[in-house]
Nanobody
């Protein structure tokens, strides 16, 4: 079975940094055949894209909400996706999810992703 497990969330002060990880297992094909994405969702709000990356890690997309303050990367030898965040703001407080898309090229739409993790909470205090 496919499993995506996020880790690295926690509480930080505004201006701080945090790195999230997503360990992926059970995929039908090799990890590098899947585009990956990070999304976030605050209570009672819509889930929105933070960043996405293609299968090789050579092409990435960043949503407007955290552009310039975040970097997405992947280690295809370890089947792990990363999200490095810095200069965090209180409005970044949300649950962060990683997702896998069986298509090689990335997509910015939540509906395009086939597998999702349960998320990890990030809380930024003022």
């Amino acid at each position: 079975q496919v499993q995506l497990v996020e880790s690295g969330g926690g509480s930080v002060q505004a201006g701080g940094s945090l790195t999230l990880s997503c360990a992926v297992s059970g995929l039908r094909f090799r990890f590098s055949d899947y585009a990956m994405g990070w999304f976030r969702q605050a209570p009672w709000k819509e889930r929105t894209i933070v960043a996405a990356i293609d299968g090789s890690g050579g092409d990435a997309y960043y949503g407007d909400s955290m552009k310039g303050r975040v970097s997405i990367s992947r280690d295809n030898a370890k089947n792990v996706l990363y999200l490095q965040m810095h200069s965090l703001k209180p409005e970044d407080t949300a649950r962060y999810y990683c997702a896998a898309d069986r298509t090689y090229g990335y997509d910015t739409r939540t509906i395009a992703y086939d597998y999702w993790g349960l998320g990890t909470q990030v809380t930024v205090s003022p």
